[in-house]
T-cell receptor, first 116, second 112 residues
Framework: DGGITQSPKYLFRKEGQNVTLSCEQN?????MYWYRQDPGQGLRLIYY???????QKGDIAEGYSVSREKKESFPLTVTSAQKNPTAFYLCASSKRLAGVKYNEQFFGPGTRLTVL | GESVGLHLPTLSVQEGDNSIINCAYSNSASDYFIWYKQESGKGPQFIIDIRSNMDKRQGQRVTVLLNKTVKHLSLQIAATQPGDSAVYFCAEKTGTASKLTFGTGTRLQVML
């Protein structure tokens, strides 16, 4: 899992509540990402950030929000507007983003969110 | 009934045999590809990458082959071990685009 931590590993929430997932990295990476993974499917990009105080929507940003106040941290909030929030959420980071062709992403261990 | 998406393609191999996992990528302009391994309940781990100016790249027990003509990527695992059991994803990136696009994955089951 490299130097990326996600907490908690399992999270349960009632329908209609907002919930924030934590992601911290000590790799000194500039770029950070949030993905959602549903059973038997690939990863879908929710949001990404290339630099502090900047972030862009991915393919499935509706119902989610993020912030990037520190280089090391990229928390994801799953809002009540997200219609199907139960999923496995993965955070990733990479060294640089802008103008770079070849930069692998390193993933955290994931948070499994279940909305009851 | 269950969604088709719940059923990943599965490759079953005997311990010690070689495994070949295939991936058809979507964008002919993609020029960087990565294979990831994901064990149950964990995040994906980087295995090996390849740039589009190469046809083949070898790592420790793994080889990635790239056929740009048919937009096909394969991961070969030599002497497959029980610890290789996982879901394997290919991912592609195009130029300086900001994101990776992931395939749906293949489950590798190693039989003892």
């Amino acid at each position: 899992d490299g130097g990326i931590t996600q907490s908690p590993k399992y999270l349960f929430r009632k329908e209609g509540q907002n919930v924030t997932l934590s992601c911290e990295q000590n790799l000194n990476h500039d770029a950070m990402y949030w993905y959602r993974q549903d059973p038997g499917q690939g990863l879908r990009l929710i949001y990404y950030s290339q630099i502090v105080n900047d972030f862009q929507k991915g393919d499935i940003a509706e119902g989610y929000s993020v912030s990037r106040e520190k280089k090391e941290s990229f928390p994801l909030t799953v809002t009540s507007a997200q219609k199907n929030p139960t999923a496995f959420y993965l955070c990733a980071s990479s060294k640089r983003l802008a103008g770079v062709k070849y930069n692998e992403q390193f993933f955290g261990p994931g948070t499994r969110l279940t909305v009851l | 009934g269950e969604s088709v998406g719940l059923h990943l393609p599965t490759l079953s191999v005997q311990e010690g045999d070689n495994s070949i996992i295939n991936c058809a990528y979507s964008n002919s302009a993609s020029d960087y590809f990565i294979w990831y391994k994901q064990e149950s309940g964990k995040g994906p781990q980087f295995i090996i990458d390849i740039r589009s100016n190469m046809d083949k790249r070898q790592g420790q027990r793994v080889t990635v082959l790239l056929n740009k003509t048919v937009k096909h990527l394969s991961l070969q695992i030599a002497a497959t071990q029980p610890g290789d059991s996982a879901v394997y994803f290919c991912a592609e990136k195009t130029g300086t685009a900001s994101k990776l696009t992931f395939g749906t994955g293949t489950r590798l089951q190693v039989m003892l």
